[in-house]
């Protein structure tokens, strides 16, 4: 029983990989809000370095268009833990330089997912194995 439910459960993970790997990738600079739903889901941003795509930060969210826009691009360091990180790791120097990284290397992918247990498995596992620069935390 369990191991039909594990198959399951993995299966349905790495469908929902696939598909957020298969998305459109919108540039930061690109970025308005009428590009992005307001729905939930799971989204990956990513740096374009030397033309190498690197995952910089995966997260989820009970509203897109607001977390990608309102928070991640225009938002302050509160809201905007991506900036916040390239601040304090010195790859920016400040939350106006990181805003201008963001716009000119950056890009995000999406997909909509209903569920918060949904979503926060599918984080973990795009996390897993993704391994992206910025978004895995130090234990408690």
């Not at 601040?87 to 569920?115: N, P, T, Y």
């Amino acid at each position: 029983m369990l191991k039909h439910a594990t198959k399951t459960q993995l299966a349905f993970l790495q469908n929902r990989f696939d598909a957020l790997l298969a998305s459109e990738a919108i540039p930061f600079s690109a970025l308005t809000p009428s590009r992005v739903p307001k729905s939930e889901g799971v989204y990956v941003i990513s740096a374009i370095t030397n033309k190498v795509e690197i995952p910089y930060y995966v997260g989820r969210t009970r509203n897109l268009c607001q977390r990608l826009y309102t928070n991640h691009l225009m938002g302050s360091a509160a809201g905007a833990r991506l900036k916040k990180h390239l601040v304090s790791s010195g790859e920016c120097a400040d939350m106006s330089a990181a805003k201008a990284f963001l716009r000119e290397h950056c890009r995000v992918r999406w997909i909509e997912q209903c569920g918060h247990r949904e979503r926060g498995a599918i984080e973990g596992y795009c996390t897993g194995l993704l391994f992206p620069k910025y978004g895995i935390y130090e234990e408690h």
